[in-house]
């Protein structure tokens, strides 16, 4: 009788990877357009009401409700599992937290640039402006952190780990900026290594979204306010009013103090303080190598 011979037999395990790349993308795909449908609405309602404070606040509030609710909610139908990303506990302490830190950070800048003489005070603006001002940047805050944070780095990190996932992610989220009217390929550069990395790793090192939430909304709160321009998209109603002159290097230029060498520093040294940390509390997860793809040889008689 013959003996045995080799057929060939996937691997159980490879199988298994096979359909989790299948349901990354579809999973991917379902979370992306969940957020960005309330973003791309409530963002045009904002904007159409803007010269309304007092619906522009709430409008901008009640958009970043939707848009977390609707996180949680696709979360748990692709996922299978709760989204521990966004968790009621810790919520307020990670908004307060990460607010403090943007205002700060904005305030450092500004005070920077402020002693080589190219920005100025040069009076008080407007309540309704900056009420207004509130409910924009919450719903920007909120739908731009989930979208790039809760879904393009989350999902990404599981398949490319925190280094690549990081990087990547930073250049879409400086990319996207190049769609706003003062844009330059430099400022959508700084942002990328500026707000891209620092909030990137603000989420790696509290594994939470409250945090880069509360960073971006304190950031743009305290920029906007000052009277400053807010990444190319020119220069919001703020409770101040301001001048910036002098070189582009120290100031931004057209594009805004996110442009500014000062302001790139502040912030890759906060990132590098974030990563810190994550590297500390073990955070930082390696990439997720592909099963083999050679065939196993099973041996059956005949």
């Known amino acids: 009788m013959p003996g045995p011979v080799a057929v060939p037999r996937l691997q159980g395990a490879r199988s298994e990877a096979l359909r989790r790349d299948e349901g990354?993308?579809?999973?991917?795909?379902?979370?992306?357009?969940?957020?960005?449908?309330?973003?791309?609405?409530?963002?045009?309602?904002?904007?159409?009401?803007?010269?309304?404070?007092?619906l522009a606040l709430p409008l901008g509030v009640l958009t970043a409700v939707l848009a977390a609710l609707v996180y949680r909610w696709v979360v748990r139908r692709t996922e299978h599992r709760a989204p521990t990303d966004l968790a009621g506990p810790?919520?307020?302490?990670?908004?307060?937290?990460?607010?403090?830190?943007g205002v700060a950070?904005?305030?450092?800048?500004?005070?920077?640039?402020?002693?080589?003489?190219?920005?100025?005070?040069?009076?008080?603006?407007?309540?309704?402006?900056?009420?207004?001002?509130?409910?924009?940047?919450?719903?920007?805050?909120?739908?731009?952190?989930?979208?790039?944070r809760g879904v393009m780095f989350r999902v990404l990190e599981e398949h490319a780990g925190t280094w690549i996932s990081l990087l990547t992610v930073s250049a879409l989220f400086g990319a996207m900026h190049l769609l706003n009217p003062d844009a330059s390929l430099w400022g959508a550069t700084a942002i990328a290594l500026t707000g891209g990395l620092m909030l990137g790793a603000s989420y790696i090192a509290t594994r939470s979204l409250w945090a880069p939430i509360g960073l971006?909304?304190?950031?743009n709160v305290a920029l906007g306010g000052s009277g400053a321009a807010v990444s190319g998209n020119g220069t919001p109603d703020g409770l101040l009013e301001s001048t910036?002159?002098?070189?582009t290097l120290i100031t931004g230029?057209?594009?805004?103090?996110?442009?500014?060498?000062?302001?790139?520093?502040?912030c890759i040294a906060l990132a590098i303080v974030f990563l810190w940390m994550a590297q500390r509390r073990g955070h930082v997860r390696p990439r997720r190598h592909r099963q083999s793809?050679?065939?196993?040889?099973?041996?059956?008689?005949?």
């Open 244 to 247: 910036l002159s002098g070189s």
């Open 253 to 266: 230029g057209d594009f805004g103090p996110e442009g500014s060498v000062v302001t790139v520093l502040t």
């Open 24 to 54: 990354f993308h579809v999973r991917f795909l379902k979370q992306i357009v969940a957020v960005a449908a309330i973003s791309a609405v409530g963002s045009q309602g904002v904007v159409a009401v803007q010269d309304d404070p007092w």
């Open 216 to 219: 971006h909304f304190g950031w």
């Open 105 to 148: 950070a904005v305030v450092a800048v500004l005070a920077t640039i402020a002693l080589t003489g190219s920005y100025r005070i040069t009076g008080f603006g407007s309540v309704g402006g900056a009420v207004a001002l509130l409910g924009f940047m919450a719903a920007a805050a909120v739908t731009e952190e989930l979208m790039f």
């Open 90 to 101: 810790g919520a307020v302490r990670g908004l307060a937290v990460g607010t403090l830190i």
């Open 293 to 302: 793809s050679a065939p196993v040889l099973a041996t059956t008689s005949r």
